[in-house]
């Protein structure tokens, strides 16, 4: 049997670290697990209560609207402009969706078709590669790596728009969407409203949509606040972004994010996911609606943890020999595989370090090919936690220092 529409995928290389990960933990090793981001910080209480309380009504059991209540669309479009003073119009320019990567993926079939083409920075979150790539459409990719070198990132905008200036020129067809995503994951890297002007101009000028993921939108570092697209001049003609519960309330599990920006696209999502989805849970609806209504300060609790996180993260690794730029932003630290294993790709040190070092990590590659010489560490452990991985990383990577 025949399955062509994934029959190309390449091996899901996380899936390898994973296994050893597993295999090391059932002979006893205990394993301290920087790979997978999955988000430990407890969600909002008040969230856990509403949504046990809206969950006793049964009225709540029934199928639910797909772009989601009226009360929650206000309830974004409240934060949107307490936080970055961006006006929405709840009917036409927010929709609901179930998380994210669901939004995005949905979102790509909406835009993009076989014979299209998309550009997309390199490393990457998996699903902004394999997105357009699941629509049909052509990939273009333009470097990000270099912003893992600190003494590069203030030429950064230049150079990113000399790429992407690049990549339409020498294609064709000319293509139709941009996907970018700051704070960067996997980089962490960060950028300034004027870069998104830059961007949004560009996009207008060559009649492009760009979907911005802003998934790490309240998770900025030594007071720095990320930007939202929408706020630069004209967007609302070309943009659209999607802001996740996920990472800002460390609302994972529960699947409550949205699509925001030009309604003509926003409506054509609307439009595809009432045939595949009756939308969220009810209760989760009702609980995000609480939520950001109610606590909309949480996620400054959340990024103080990752921080902390982060910092004693990369002042332990700069302890042992492993020196480390600071992110701008997002739950992760992207760190170039040290000299002494560089010889090494990404996927041969991240299982060294599962196997010599009881420290799961994920490779670089598994971000595009963008990303091979790298390695990213999700702060999803405790600093306690984090200590004992650099103190395991010392004994099993004896070239370091």
């Known amino acids: 049997m025949e399955f062509r529409r994934i029959e190309n995928l390449p091996p899901y290389v996380f899936s390898i670290i994973n296994g050893l990960k597993i295999e090391a933990r059932r002979a006893g090793a205990d394993v301290v697990d920087l790979g997978f981001g999955n988000p430990d910080i407890p969600s909002p209480q008040i969230a856990v209560d509403k949504l046990a309380e809206a969950a006793r009504n049964p009225k709540n059991h029934r199928y639910s609207l797909s772009r989601g209540l009226p009360k929650l669309r206000e309830a974004i479009a409240g934060y949107y402009k307490n936080k970055w003073d961006v006006d929405l119009d709840t009917e036409l ?6 998380g994210s990567k669901e939004g995005f993926s949905h979102l790509m079939w909406v835009l993009l078709d076989r014979g299209d083409a998309a550009i997309v920075p390199s490393p990457s979150y998996p699903i902004h590669i394999y997105g357009p790539l699941f629509a049909g459409a052509d ?38 969407v941009l996907v970018i995503s700051f704070p960067h994951n996997p980089t962490g890297a960060t ?39 929408l706020q630069a001049e004209g967007a609302k003609e070309c943009a659209v972004e999607l802001y996740s519960m996920t990472k800002s309330f460390s609302m994972a599990g529960w699947r409550s994010a949205f699509l925001v920006g030009n309604a003509e696209v926003v409506q054509a999502l ?34 103080a943890i990752y921080e902390s996180r982060c910092d004693a993260l990369i002042e332990g690794l700069g302890r042992i020999g492993w020196d480390i730029p600071k992110p701008g932003g997002s739950m992760f630290v992207w760190a170039p595989i040290p000299e002494p294993y560089a010889e ?58």
């Open 93 to 98: 320019e927010i929709t609901n969706t179930i």
């Open 344 to 401: 090494m790709d990404s996927v041969e040190f991240c299982s060294l370090i599962v196997r010599d070092a009881d420290v799961a990590l994920s490779p670089g590659v598994g971000f595009g090919p963008g990303g091979e010489g790298f390695v990213r560490f999700a702060l999803i452990e405790n600093e306690k936690r984090i200590q004992q991985a650099i103190r395991n990383l010392k004994r099993g990577l004896p070239k370091l220092g």
């Open 191 to 229: 950028v300034d409203l004027a870069f998104m002007q830059r961007v949004v101009d560009f996009c207008r000028e060559h009649e492009m949509i760009v979907v911005h993921d802003f998934a790490y939108a309240d998770v900025g570092f030594d007071g720095y606040q990320p930007p939202s697209i």
């Open 139 to 176: 990939l273009r990719q333009v470097p990000m790596r270099f912003l893992a070198d600190p003494s590069q990132r203030e030429h950064f905008a230049d150079d990113f728009m000399d790429s992407l200036q690049t990549a339409w020129d020498v294609g064709w067809p000319k293509p139709r």
């Open 270 to 303: 609307v439009k595809l996911k009432s045939y595949l989805d009756y939308g969220m849970f009810q209760p989760v609806q009702i609980a995000a609606t609480v939520t950001l209504n109610e606590v909309p300060d949480f996620p400054n609790e959340v990024r």
